[in-house]
């Protein structure tokens, strides 16, 4: 993805490709005669007759062409592919970029890094729940208390502001740190696929996917699949580095105005091992979190017994200073909820 035309105009062939592909005729409703088929799914003349428009016009708009294509069209072709709500979304937004103006596409992206004032003291004001806002690129701007405890190791990346996808396929506690990482990691790059069909032009956006991209393999596969997916509710499991294994459900409001940021909450359940944890995890929070909003606040032992800074610039906070990784094993913290989890919770 790069902020032109043409990268934009293959992003909807690709997407386009990928949906008809997956689509058998059987799931279209079709009946299929004989099994000598030379593409996978659906042929565009398949799609096409079941989107009511030429095989001539849906082949120019699966190229990637989509300026002057109507709403109806657009409908018409998500009903034909079987689109899911994100995707639909998508197919719009990828249309839209295709018909923005010049002007339109020069601003894109502008406004979108700056939280609101008076947002950081609504975060503050959310004490048994950890709270951050962060925008299409999973940049966190800004977080609570208990939401900078939970998140340690993203905070002490050294790239400022943290970035959840950077820290998930760059970072190597991220495969500790999320239990199912798999899921988390095809997660973020389904919404980041998202971002990039809204804002197709936006420098930072495609800056971030460039060197994800470059640098790990699993974001790449992910990448190439052109999955979508809204990342606004479910749950979350973690293995925090003080409580063990937490599993909080997480809600992803919108913050009024065309500002493209999201209020994330998360939140146990009542009387559950989770809150319990929360608690615990605020009890400790009080005593180990300086005030800055995006101060590492964690001290890991190495892997000689020593500690070091979270924040401590040893390869973004994960080596020790002789070069050696930090010990995955938790904080010396020998009673409530973190020496219990130790003596009970598997690896």
Request: net charge positive; no cysteine.
């Amino acid at each position: 993805m790069a902020g032109n035309t043409g990268d934009h105009r293959s992003e909807a062939r690709k997407f386009l490709t990928s949906r008809r592909a997956r689509l058998s005729p059987r799931q279209a409703g079709l009946v299929a005669f004989g099994d000598n088929r030379r593409v996978p799914g659906l042929r565009r003349e398949e799609v096409a007759a079941l989107s009511g428009v030429s095989v001539v016009y849906y082949t120019r708009l699966e190229r990637g062409n989509l300026v002057g294509a109507s709403e109806s069209v657009l409908g018409a072709i998500a009903g034909a592919l079987q689109l899911d709500d994100a995707e639909r979304e998508h197919l719009f937004d990828l249309a839209r970029a295709a018909n923005a103006t010049t002007s339109a596409r020069s601003r894109a992206g502008a406004g979108r890094a700056r939280v609101p004032a008076g947002i950081q003291r609504v975060l503050d004001a959310i004490t048994d729940a950890p709270a951050d806002v962060r925008n299409g690129r999973r940049d966190i701007l800004a977080s609570n208390k208990l939401a900078r405890a939970l998140y340690s190791d993203i905070h002490a990346e050294t790239a400022q502001p943290p970035n959840v996808a950077r820290f998930t396929f760059l970072n190597p506690r991220a495969r500790d740190f999320f239990v199912d990482w798999h899921t988390a990691a095809s997660d973020i790059v389904a919404s980041l696929r998202i971002e990039a069909g809204r804002h197709p032009y936006d420098k930072p956006l495609s800056d971030l996917v460039g060197e994800l991209s470059t640098r790990s393999e699993e974001f790449r596969v992910r990448w190439a699949s052109h999955n979508v997916r809204h990342h606004t509710a479910g749950t979350k499991r973690m293995h925090h580095p003080v409580v063990g294994e937490i599993e909080l459900a997480y809600q992803a409001l919108v913050l009024p105005g065309d500002i493209g940021m999201n209020l994330y909450v998360y939140t146990a359940a009542p009387d559950s091992p989770a809150q319990e944890a929360l608690r615990f995890l605020a009890s400790w929070a009080d005593s180990n979190t300086p005030a800055a909003s995006h101060t590492p606040i964690a001290s890991r032992p190495t892997a000689d017994g020593h500690s070091t800074a979270a924040g401590h610039s040893t390869a973004a906070g994960h080596s020790a200073s002789d070069g050696r990784p930090l010990s995955g094993g938790a904080p010396p913290f020998d009673s409530g909820v973190a020496g219990e989890r130790r003596r009970t919770a598997g690896p």
